[in-house]
């Protein structure tokens, strides 16, 4: 499950839980799937989930799951492409900055129309990203840079910044950077896209949606980008838990695209005709936070020693069958500011138990949870388990809904809070800054870090990259490296490993790329069957 839930998320679920939802209110939703068809449809496409699909609708509270739904509906000014760290045009046809970097301007493309039918002007792009900074909610953090934002004419944006700041990567975000026509909220309320209500400029507009239910999605007729030549017509959301369910479903032709699946049942299907196996790097990783404010976790030495005692090698070769890399702290392999040279944690128990017995600790039991329905995280745990009970610790291993996990770790009370956390990330956008400040930075209310983790000096370094990132990326990268050295002598955490994607594909798919910089995301327009 995606890392992230707020509290405004269990008022999204009971809203949608008490009506279906479509987009614009007038299409109605039936409750069932939406007249979406079947992937067995040659223009109908079906995501397959492995969790639900949307946890927020407002596009600029997003921070979760449904980063697959609305960057479909949605589009930002620019697209960032990992595999040659480039940048396209998205609904700005150029841009330029300014020298020192603190003034950013954007040319529109025309003739640009949203859902509604309204066309889209430099004064929608202003309202987006000042509402989305007003909340505050959500990745709006990604947004602190922006001082003013000018519209000297219909077509023309100006972002002043109060420092530098890759500006050029924040407005290509998969979330916080949205364009979208605010016209509605001033009639209808500014809950009116929690409702399950949308009006975006991109290819696919939302049809019918309710809670437990599938989201289609169906092809915007004016899309400024037109439909020529072979595209799917609907696509649908549908969530998925089991794994076997999920192959054979995909292997049926039920499914046209599958997020994630175990080794076992990748191995099973790579030889199957009617499906591809594709394999592609990820910004993406899986990390076991130590709870450093529970009294069992705070000498550094114990959480050295939960560290020395996980089981790498056999997680990433027998668990993830080689579609995992070992890891050396929380910026993963391919994302700017990963430094190849510090070490990687080792596996040593003799190491771990020794470690347990300086710091006088005896019979210590401890609590992991992960999100049920994940096969991977419960083999993983179930494997840690085993091996802490070899020197003398007892690990309870505790699935659970991921809003009960997430809730659990921000109890008011620490005592109730759990030991160790197991959670995925992935980037806010393509900047270590959304690893580091998100999981490690000083939090005066729990939120995403989920170690309890305080440093000033780490802080001090995570702040500062921040900034250099705007003039000087090879520094910056320098400063994030320091930051996690320092942070890999402090033991918050387990990293786990590093993860590559591997997506089982409808094999009639054609035209599927993988861009790491918006995890699990389908650009439904650039495929086709």
Request: hydrophobic share 35%.
């Amino acid at each position: 499950m995606r890392k992230k839930w707020t509290m405004t998320a269990a008022a999204v679920l009971l809203t949608a839980a008490l009506a279906g939802c479509s987009s614009g209110g007038d299409s109605g939703a039936s409750g069932g799937d939406g007249g979406s068809g079947s992937a067995k449809d040659a223009k109908v496409a079906v995501y397959g989930s492995t969790s639900e699909p949307v946890i927020f609708w407002d596009p600029s509270e997003s921070h979760s799951n449904e980063i697959i739904v609305l960057n479909n509906i949605y589009e930002t000014l620019l697209r960032y492409n990992a595999a040659d760290d480039s940048i396209t045009p998205v609904l700005a046809e150029s841009y330029e900055k300014s020298e020192d970097g603190l003034t950013w301007t954007f040319h529109l493309k025309k003739n640009v129309k949203f859902h509604s039918g309204k066309t889209m002007t430099s004064a929608d792009v202003k309202k987006s990203f000042e509402r989305t900074i007003k909340l505050g909610k959500g990745a709006a953090y990604i947004l602190d840079p922006i001082d003013t934002i000018e519209t000297p004419d219909d077509q023309t944006v100006v972002f002043k910044l109060k420092y530098t700041a890759t500006l050029d990567l924040i407005v290509s975000a998969p979330y916080a950077a949205f364009i979208y026509n605010t016209d509605e909220l001033d009639k209808q309320g500014d809950d009116y896209f929690t409702k399950g209500h949308e009006d975006g400029t991109g290819p696919y507009m939302l049809k019918s949606w309710s809670s437990g239910k599938p989201v289609v999605l169906t092809k915007f007729a004016d899309y400024h980008e037109g439909w020529s030549g072979s595209h799917y017509e609907n696509v649908v959301f549908q969530t998925v838990a089991d794994a076997n369910t999920k192959a054979q479903m995909v292997k049926n032709g039920e499914l046209t695209y599958v997020d994630m699946l175990p080794v076992q049942q990748l191995n099973a299907l790579k030889s199957d005709s009617s499906v591809s196996v594709v394999t592609t790097p990820s910004y993406q990783n899986l990390i076991g936070f130590l709870n450093t404010k529970s009294e069992k976790l705070s000498d550094p030495k114990v959480r050295e020693a939960l560290v020395d005692a996980f089981p790498y090698d056999r997680v990433v070769n027998d668990v993830m069958g080689g579609t995992a890399t070992a890891a050396n702290g929380p910026l993963p392999k391919g994302l700017w500011g990963h430094d190849d040279s510090l070490p990687a944690p080792k596996y040593d128990l003799e190491k771990a138990k020794s470690l347990l017995l300086e710091a006088g600790v005896k019979n210590l039991t401890l609590t992991l949870t992960y999100t049920t329905g994940d096969s991977n995280q419960q083999q993983i745990a179930e494997l840690y388990k085993a091996t802490l009970a070899q020197i003398g610790v007892t690990l309870d291993v505790k699935p659970m809904p991921w809003d009960s996990q997430w809730q659990l770790a921000k109890a008011t009370d620490p005592s109730q809070r759990q030991d160790i956390f197991m959670m995925y990330w992935w980037p806010d956008y393509a900047n270590p800054y959304g690893f580091m400040y998100s999981l490690f930075h000083t939090e005066k209310e729990v939120n995403y870090n989920m170690s309890y983790y305080s440093n000033a000096d780490i802080d001090k370094l995570i702040d500062e990259a921040n900034v250099k990132a705007g003039v000087d990326r090879a520094a910056a990268a320098r400063m994030y490296g320091e930051a996690q050295a320092k942070l890999n002598q402090d033991y918050p955490a387990i990293w786990m490993y590093d993860q590559q994607y591997v997506r089982v594909i409808n094999s009639k798919m054609q035209g599927f790329v993988d861009n790491p910089a918006y995890p699990n995301v389908v650009f439904w327009y650039n495929v086709h069957p």
